[in-house]
């Protein structure tokens, strides 16, 4: 599969160079031949702004283009001002990406500065007497002081990078208390996933599972899926705790038993509407990472892992990718933001840098261990 994912890289390249050269605002959605921009009414709104950035860093790292590392130092420069924000619980998805990258790229360690202080602010959500992260703030509703989601799992990279460059465990020990309730709370019996699990957030007990971006509350979001995927898999990888490890297997079996011919799934796994419903490819871009950093702790079954990553990536490249974009475009299409919000068939900027991502992984090994930390080559599971 060389020739297709490095025909893949270049358009990917070129497309962002195009990008580059037109975005003035951080992008979400690829709708009607331009890029827009997410809300920004809240502090929220801003967990998409990461992954722009860490795209132009692996763009950079593939070409050593003076003028595309400018951009990505220009646009991670733009978020620095949010490593205090308290207000959103995806410092992860905005630092990891954007700073910690940076730093593991250039060797410039000062880049480093502001997602430390991004990981102690994110610490801050932390609710001691449930053990989970606050996914959104109350807005004067008091049931999400407790509310927490899968997509939290992917922010724990954060956390755990900050522990191991400085020594300090409570950043690391929220991570993992964090994950392993929502082990419990989110992961079901047979791998599936919720979206939300509420809280009573001063007693810290359960008071239900539901869904916000999926079908239905016993339904499994193929997105939030994904990332339960890669964020327990990432989990393992840095604690070697067992149950990390059957979880993230756990999810990724669930996954290719419900993925369709072609790999790229439908919204949610279980929505009634298949086949005649919307794809996300984001989603199958991020299953695609996750089942690699899985392959990388997994020798037992790491062959299984990197067949179907390679597969998915395949079928995103020859079925999903936009050819001959000639100016500014996303890298994939059919996207899924969110169906129960009328938001589908898009291209979407975290689909595109975990397309990119993944290529890397395939492509330039080097540059994924150097970027992600992670060792394409399966290390076993138990080291």
Known sequence: M????????????????????????????????AWKPIEKERAAGHWVDGFWAGLLWLAYAHTGDPSLRAGAEHWTNKLAHLKTNSGTHDLGFIFYLSHVIAGRLTGDEAWFDNAMIAAHTLTKRFNPRGEYLQAWDDDGIRKWAGRSN?????????????????????????????????????????????????????????????????????????????????????????????????????????????????LVPFWDYNSPHIPDTYRDSSAAAVTACGLLELAAL???????????????????????????????????????????????????????????????????????RRALDVQIVPVGASE
């Open 2 to 33: 060389t020739a297709v994912f490095e025909s893949a890289l270049k358009q990917s390249i070129e497309t962002t160079r195009h990008n580059l050269k037109a975005l003035e605002e951080f992008p979400e959605s690829f709708q009607q031949g």
């Open 150 to 262: 899968i997509d939290l799992m992917m922010n724990l990279a954060l956390l755990y990078w900050a522990s191991e460059l400085t020594g300090d465990a409570e950043p690391a020990d929220i991570a993992t208390q964090h994950a392993r309730t929502s082990r419990l709370a989110l992961v079901r019996g047979d791998g599936s996933t919720a979206h939300v699990a509420d809280f009573d957030p001063d007693s810290g007990l359960l008071i239900r599972r539901e869904q916000y971006q999926g079908y239905s509350h016993d339904s499994c979001w193929s997105r939030g899926q994904a990332w339960a995927l890669y964020g327990f898999a990432t989990c393992y990888r840095h604690t070697r705790i067992p149950a990390f490890l059957k979880t993230a297997q756990a999810t990724a079996d669930y996954t290719i038993r419900h993925l369709p011919a072609d």
């Open 298 to 368: 997994d020798a037992e079954n790491a062959s299984r892992w990197m067949e179907t990553a390679e597969r998915i990536l395949v079928s995103l490249c020859e079925n999903y990718l936009i050819r001959n974009a000639g100016g500014p475009s996303s890298l994939l299409r059919d996207g899924a933001r969110s169906v129960p919000a009328n938001l589908m068939e898009h291209g979407l900027i975290y689909g595109d840098y975990y397309f990119l991502e993944a290529l890397t992984a395939f492509t330039r090994p080097d540059i994924y």
